[in-house]
């Protein structure tokens, strides 16, 4: 049988996903509208889209686990340190971009 938690994250990622194509798609439009230089909006949105899989992915994965931990699947001392691994390098990665420009 499915669970109502499996579900409820495969409708996140979903809902997550649509939100992230239509930021990207309409986000592209206003800030290069007409720009000549295609290098850089290839930049600019490879950059984008590696920033927004990266939180989608480590989202997932927390709240699977979360899920897991909640069902008693998976016990708190093997899904705690996992959690806060994929946590600590999507803030990392994310300020690391910051601090890069």
Do not use: C, W
């Not at 194509?21 to 949105?45: E, T, Y």
């Not at 939180?55 to 806060?84: C, D, H």
Request: no cysteine; charged share 10%.
């Amino acid at each position: 049988m499915i669970s109502l938690y499996f579900v409820g994250l495969v409708v996140f990622a979903v809902i997550l996903f649509g939100i992230i194509a239509f930021i990207s798609h309409f986000g592209i439009k206003n800030l290069f509208p007409g720009s000549g230089d295609p290098a850089s909006v290839s930049q600019s949105f490879s950059e984008m889209m590696r920033t927004y899989g990266q939180v989608a992915i480590g989202l997932f994965v927390i709240l699977s686990l979360v899920a897991l931990m909640i069902e008693s699947k998976v016990s708190s001392e093997a899904a705690m340190p996992v959690i806060s691994l994929v946590a600590g390098y999507i803030l990392g990665s994310s300020i690391e971009a910051k601090f890069k420009k």
